[in-house]
């Protein structure tokens, strides 16, 4: 069974265009993260949310706003696509118990394209 | 504010050779340390961590990393390496007094292991 799935993998679409990005984990964790690797392979934490509370908001366009159904699902919707916004997206899943020592684990990434 | 360098973009080595990729931190706490691995087209695989304990942590594949407080590195080796290594390599540190469990990434070491 996938620990943590994500959909699509890939997508392409036009500049200007909204678009969401699911995210589900089966982990049982509580906090789940949304991360954006860019063409260098850079990996920046974008957001994250525990217990459906947004708890971490790095410096991010008000373009992009994630959303938390429950624990289980973390989705990321991008309004008004840029070129710029063309990056792999990974969702990561963690249990914030024991003081932060636990390991995050990583969906298989969305390639976004934006033409 | 924490971060993490990896001082080589690439590392080169022949099959069977042991191989070492390089990590240093810088935390304002106790660090907890952590590697990971991304093959091609795939999301990032956990391969080990440090917490507290002892300084030789052994991980996933035969990988094993050192943590050294006074060089404050993390470097990570293998005694012998596989054609099936070669992938990119992150490094990834959460200071401990990090209360939302942010977790910064090195900028990545590509390791190509020739056959």
């Known amino acids: 069974d996938t620990a943590v799935s994500q959909t699509p993998k890939y997508l392409v679409t036009q500049m200007g265009n909204d678009k969401s990005i699911k995210c589900e984990q089966n982990?049982?964790?509580?906090?789940m993260y949304w991360y954006k690797q860019d063409s260098k392979k850079f990996l920046k934490i974008m957001f994250s949310?525990?217990?459906?509370?947004?708890?971490i908001n790095e410096t991010v366009p008000n373009r992009f706003s994630p959303k938390s159904p429950d624990k289980a699902h973390l989705n990321l919707h991008i309004n008004s696509l840029e070129l710029g916004d063309s990056a792999v997206y990974f969702c990561?899943?963690?249990?914030?118990?024991?003081?932060?020592?636990?390991?995050?684990?990583f969906g298989p990434g969305t390639r976004l394209t934006v033409l | 504010a924490q971060s993490v360098a990896q001082p080589e973009d690439q590392v080169n080595v022949a099959e069977g050779n042991p191989l070492t990729v390089k990590c240093t931190y810088s935390?304002?706490?106790?660090?907890?340390l952590f590697w990971y691995v991304q093959y091609p087209n795939r999301g990032l695989q956990f391969l080990l961590k440090?917490?507290?304990?002892?300084?030789l942590v052994k991980g996933s594949y035969g990988f094993e990393a050192e943590f050294n407080k006074s060089q404050t590195s993390f470097h990570l080796k293998k005694p012998s390496a596989l054609v099936s290594d070669s992938a990119l390599y992150f490094c990834?540190?959460?200071?401990?007094?990090?209360?939302?469990?942010?977790?910064?990434f090195g900028t990545g070491t590509r390791l190509l292991v020739s056959p």
């Open positions: 440090y917490i507290t304990g002892d300084n």
């Open positions: 990834a540190v959460r200071d401990e007094n990090t209360g939302f469990q942010k977790l910064v």
């Open positions: 982990l049982g964790h509580d906090t």
């Open positions: 949310y525990n217990n459906k509370e947004l708890i």
């Open positions: 990561a899943s963690c249990s914030r118990g024991r003081a932060g020592r636990d390991t995050q684990y």
């Open positions: 935390v304002s706490g106790n660090p907890y």
